[in-house]
C-alpha cells in the first residue's frame, strides 16, 4: 500500500518499463542544443528528475558531460541502468529531494515528469541544485504524435477519451459492472479530455496526485525561484508504424491502470482502435513529429 501521493505516482509507471522505454521518443536534438547555449558554456552536469528508463539522460548525455537521473521507481531505475553509458548514472530519490549537492547542475531536467511532482519543494530543490546562470526545464510532449493521417489521430483521442471514462469511475469508487458499463454519449469525462494537458482537472485512481500542464509556466513564475521563465515549442522528427502507435497508447499510466484492475483490451476499446490503426498506418514505418513544450526557468548568474 502506497503511503503518499508521490509514491503512488511511482508505482503507477511499474511493470511495463521494457514497453515504455521501447516506444517513447527522445526529446529533439536542437532543444538540446539550445539548453547547452542558454548555459554559456558546454554543460558539465545535468541532473534528470524522474528519469524513468533513462530516455531523457540518453538524450542529455549527447550534449552534456555528465548526467545523474533521479528516479523513485525501482522498475523504472533497473530498466534505465542497463541501457546507457559511462557518463550518466542513476540514484533513487525524489524531486524534492535528490541528495544531490547544492549548486551541482548546469541543467535540471524533467521530461514528461513534472506533472507527477509536488511544485513548491521541486522549485526549492531545482533553485538549490542550480548553478547560478543555469537552467530548469521541464519538458512535454502533445499526445497523439503527428503521423499525417487525420483518421487514425482521431482514432487515437477517441479511445484515449474512453480510457479517461473508465479511470474516472476508478478514482470514484467504482467496482465490477459499474466500472464496466458502457460508456453514453456525452459522459463528462469525455469532453474534458485534453492530449495536451490530460491532467488538469483531474481525481485519480490509488491516491494518485498529478497536476496540469498547461499551469506548470505560471507556477514557476509564482514560485519566485527564477529570475525570468519562458515557454517554447519545438517539433521533433520521427518515425512509426501502426504497432508503435498503439504502443504509445499502451504505455501512458491511467491504460495500465486500468489494465492491473482488471479492464481489457476490449472493455477499454484499444481492441477497436489497433484493428482501426493497422489498417490506416499498416507496417511500414511513416515520418512522424513529435510536439515538444518546454517550459524554462533560468537561475540569475
Given at each position: 500500500m502506497?503511503?503518499?501521493?508521490?509514491e503512488a505516482?511511482?508505482?503507477?509507471?511499474?511493470?511495463?518499463?521494457?514497453?515504455?522505454?521501447?516506444?517513447?521518443?527522445?526529446?529533439p536534438?536542437e532543444?538540446g542544443?539550445l539548453?547547452?547555449?542558454?548555459?554559456?558554456?558546454p554543460?558539465?552536469?545535468?541532473?534528470?528528475?524522474g528519469?524513468?528508463?533513462?530516455?531523457?539522460?540518453?538524450?542529455?548525455?549527447?550534449?552534456?558531460?555528465r548526467?545523474?537521473?533521479?528516479?523513485?521507481s525501482?522498475?523504472?531505475?533497473?530498466?534505465a541502468e542497463?541501457?546507457?553509458?559511462?557518463?550518466?548514472?542513476?540514484?533513487r530519490?525524489w524531486?524534492?529531494?535528490?541528495?544531490?549537492?547544492?549548486?551541482c547542475?548546469?541543467?535540471?531536467l524533467?521530461?514528461?515528469?513534472?506533472?507527477?511532482?509536488e511544485?513548491?519543494?521541486?522549485?526549492?530543490?531545482?533553485?538549490?541544485?542550480?548553478r547560478?546562470g543555469?537552467?530548469f526545464?521541464?519538458?512535454?510532449?502533445?499526445w497523439?504524435p503527428v503521423?499525417?493521417?487525420a483518421?487514425a489521430?482521431?482514432a487515437?483521442?477517441?479511445?484515449?477519451?474512453?480510457?479517461?471514462?473508465?479511470?474516472?469511475r476508478?478514482?470514484?469508487?467504482a467496482?465490477?459492472?459499474?466500472?464496466?458499463a458502457?460508456i453514453?454519449?456525452?459522459d463528462?469525462?469525455?469532453?474534458?479530455?485534453?492530449?495536451?494537458d490530460a491532467?488538469?482537472?483531474r481525481t485519480?485512481?490509488?491516491?494518485?496526485?498529478?497536476?496540469?500542464?498547461?499551469?506548470?509556466l505560471?507556477r514557476?513564475?509564482?514560485?519566485?525561484?527564477?529570475?525570468?521563465?519562458?515557454e517554447?515549442?519545438?517539433?521533433?522528427?520521427d518515425?512509426?508504424?501502426?504497432a508503435?502507435?498503439v504502443?504509445?497508447?499502451?504505455?501512458?499510466g491511467?491504460y495500465?491502470t486500468?489494465?492491473?484492475?482488471g479492464l481489457?483490451?476490449?472493455?477499454?476499446g484499444?481492441?477497436?482502435?489497433?484493428?482501426?490503426?493497422?489498417?490506416l498506418?499498416?507496417?511500414?514505418r511513416r515520418p512522424?513529429s513529435?510536439v515538444?513544450?518546454a517550459?524554462?526557468?533560468?537561475?540569475?548568474r
Open positions: 502506497s503511503h503518499s501521493p508521490l505516482g511511482a508505482n503507477r509507471f511499474s511493470g511495463f518499463a521494457g514497453l515504455y522505454d521501447q516506444v517513447r521518443p527522445e526529446p536534438r532543444l542544443a539548453l547547452a547555449s542558454y548555459c554559456g558554456r554543460p558539465e552536469l545535468v541532473v534528470d528528475l528519469s524513468g528508463t533513462g530516455l531523457s539522460c540518453r538524450w542529455a548525455s549527447g550534449w552534456a558531460a548526467v545523474v537521473g533521479v528516479e523513485p525501482d522498475d523504472m531505475r533497473s530498466a542497463a541501457t546507457v553509458g559511462p557518463t550518466v548514472t542513476f540514484r530519490g524531486s524534492h529531494d535528490t541528495g544531490l549537492p547544492a549548486g547542475a548546469d541543467v535540471v524533467a521530461v514528461q515528469a513534472l506533472h507527477w511532482m511544485p513548491a519543494a521541486t522549485f526549492a530543490e531545482v533553485e538549490r541544485l542550480l547560478p543555469g537552467v526545464a521541464a519538458i512535454d510532449c502533445d497523439p503521423v499525417g493521417d483518421p489521430e482521431q487515437w483521442d477517441t479511445c484515449r477519451r474512453q480510457i479517461r471514462v473508465f479511470e474516472t476508478l478514482a470514484e469508487g467496482s465490477g459492472e459499474e466500472l464496466r458502457p453514453v454519449p456525452g463528462r469525462e469525455v469532453a474534458a479530455h485534453s492530449g495536451i491532467h488538469r482537472q485519480l485512481p490509488e491516491g494518485v496526485r498529478s497536476w496540469s500542464k498547461s499551469e506548470h505560471g514557476m513564475i509564482g514560485s519566485g525561484r527564477f529570475l525570468w521563465c519562458r517554447i515549442a519545438i517539433a521533433s522528427t518515425s512509426g508504424d501502426a508503435r502507435f504502443g504509445l497508447l499502451r504505455s501512458q491511467d495500465q486500468l489494465r492491473r484492475h481489457d483490451d476490449a472493455v477499454l484499444v481492441d477497436a482502435f489497433a484493428e482501426r490503426v493497422s489498417a498506418l499498416g507496417h511500414d512522424w513529435f515538444y513544450r517550459r524554462l526557468g533560468f537561475k540569475a
